[in-house]
């Protein structure tokens, strides 16, 4: 019985995050680049985080008592590797071509992040309260101390991500603390109820991954960016 309410509650998660980022991303980038990037997405959610979350519980509890604290610091360890290596794989991003800024999304992500930071101070404030007042196991103990890391960790890197700029360089685009390569972009559009969004589809990393991505340029650099993808992507607009 306890499995059934565990999928159900994961259900409910799944199905109301698909629909809360398909309104916030049709708000953003239009309705037609918001359903188009929700199909490209929907393998993630209903195969490989599934596929992810079940393989997960099933190594943490094998590894006993410490499995949930083990797995808090190695994620929490792994976000911040990202984060930071950022400064240095963008070196391999080569020269500037062209600095457009925040995005919708990413100032969108950074308000999601200073909520997370809300939550996790109103948490953080709990822990140290109940602390103080009783004596909790050490494994107790451990674990919240982990768990405090780890959500610490994702809201430091959604703040960090919602800070990030997009930019057009000699050997790809900067965008989320990653380089998209030129040469994993198969074709680009410019959206038609959007003018200034711009819709790419890139070869993902692993099948069934997420092979879109739309970015609503600023007018002020549509015209800069269109001349930039017209000489790297040379007869690849659609």
């Not at 984060?83 to 950074?110: C, H, N, Y």
Request: glycine fraction near 6%; hydrophobic fraction near 50%; proline fraction near 4%.
């Amino acid at each position: 019985m306890e499995w059934f309410w565990v999928l159900l509650i994961f259900f409910v998660v799944i199905v109301g995050s698909l629909w809360f980022g398909y309104l916030a991303e049709a708000e953003m980038v239009g309705p037609e680049a918001a359903r188009r990037n929700s199909r490209s997405a929907t393998p993630l959610f209903l195969f490989w985080l599934p596929l992810s979350g079940f393989a997960l519980f099933f190594i943490v509890e094998q590894l006993g008592r410490y499995g949930w604290v083990s797995f808090h610091i190695l994620y929490a360890v792994s976000i911040s590797a990202w984060w930071i290596s950022w400064f240095f794989r963008k070196q391999e991003a080569g020269s500037l071509l062209a600095d457009v800024g925040r995005t919708p999304q990413s100032k969108f992500l950074f308000w999601i992040g200073l909520l997370q930071v809300a939550s996790i101070v109103f948490q953080t404030w709990l822990f140290l309260t109940s602390t103080l007042t009783r004596s909790p196991e050490y494994t107790s103990l451990y674990l919240e101390i982990s768990r405090l890391v780890l959500w610490w960790s994702i809201a430091g890197f959604t703040i960090a991500v919602g800070l990030n700029k997009l930019e057009f360089r000699e050997n790809g685009i900067c965008l989320v603390h990653s380089l998209m390569r030129w040469q994993r972009i198969n074709s680009y559009t410019w959206e038609t109820d959007k003018s200034n969004v711009l819709t790419i589809r890139f070869k993902p990393r692993f099948p069934l991954l997420p092979s879109f991505a739309s970015l609503a340029i600023p007018a002020n650099h549509q015209e800069v960016v269109s001349r930039i993808l017209a000489e790297r992507l040379a007869g690849k607009r659609l």
